[in-house]
């Protein structure tokens, strides 16, 4: 286990926001309606914003000198811990909503037990964070409801989309030694007691949009939290970092 495990937790869950939140901000220009550029822009910045308190707390924790952006900007692929499923690229928008929604529902089930933290900075951030994860749940939802019971063409999309992204879902509830011990100390949910809610809620939001849930179970595996990543977060991190790695120390 980490020598810090509250260190270790909140770089997870900042992670998991500041990086779907930076996949989410390359489609500002981009979206299929006005709409819907506007939408997902907002959402990412709900994520950035999450991300910046949740690492400016990290960085407390940690005690030696690293702010929100030192830990955002100048950490390499290896030294982040977030999960799989959010540095996928964005495909077309059937698979960017496909990879929100099931996130989301994680992340909706995740804040909301967040709120009950024994750590009372933590729990403050969640408080804050809760009618955000509401939204962005409702929306990825909606959307892939109207992919999937919508034309055949959008139809395929969603359930390629599905059937593409569900491997990397396995890895929301994979529970490690830090995981564990936080949970014992009440600072964090048990991962075992929310997976049983999101599973219910996908299959619910899924048979709505007709859609079919791959058969085979997605693998849990825990590398990631090794610093084991796809191909994608490197490139994501190369354009994310770009800035203050070529000026390091400046200021604006």
């Known amino acids: 286990m980490p020598d810090n495990p509250l260190f270790e937790y909140l770089l997870r869950l900042g992670d998991d926001r500041l990086v779907l939140g930076h996949r989410l901000a390359e489609w500002c220009g981009h979206g299929p309606i006005l709409e819907e ?15 910046n308190l949740l690492l400016g707390l990290a960085g ?12 955002a900007y100048l950490r390499d692929g290896v030294d982040f811990r977030n999960h799989p499923l959010v540095e996928q690229p964005n495909g077309d928008y059937a698979f960017t909503i496909t990879r929100s929604f099931l996130f989301d529902a994680y992340d909706y089930l995740l804040i909301q037990a967040l709120q009950q933290s024994a ?3 933590l729990a403050g951030i969640a408080a804050k ?40 879902t396995g890895t929301l509830f994979a529970a490690d030694e830090t995981d ?7 600072v964090a949910p048990d991962l075992a007691g929310i997976e049983p809610a999101w599973r219910a809620m996908v299959t619910e939001v899924v048979a709505r949009a007709t859609l079919t849930l791959p058969a085979a179970p997605p693998p849990a595996g825990l590398g990631f939290r ?4 796809t191909e994608y977060l490197g490139h994501l991190l190369a354009e994310m970092q770009i800035l203050p790695r070529t000026h390091p120390g400046a200021t604006w």
Request: charged share 30%; proline share 0%; hydrophobic share 40%.
């Open 180 to 186: 564990t011990a936080l949970a014992l100390s009440k």
């Open 60 to 71: 407390t924790v940690e005690g030696k000198g690293r702010d929100a952006d030192g830990l």
């Open 226 to 229: 090794r610093g084991d990543h």
């Open 119 to 121: 750590n009372a900075e």
């Open 37 to 51: 550029d506007i939408a997902l822009s907002n959402i990412s910045l709900d994520f950035i914003g999450q991300a």
């Open 129 to 168: 964070a809760v009618k955000e994860a509401a939204y962005h749940l409702r929306h990825s939802s909606e959307w892939l409801v109207r992919f999937g019971d919508g034309t055949e063409e959008s139809h395929r999309r969603a359930q390629e989309a599905l059937d593409a992204l569900w491997r990397w």
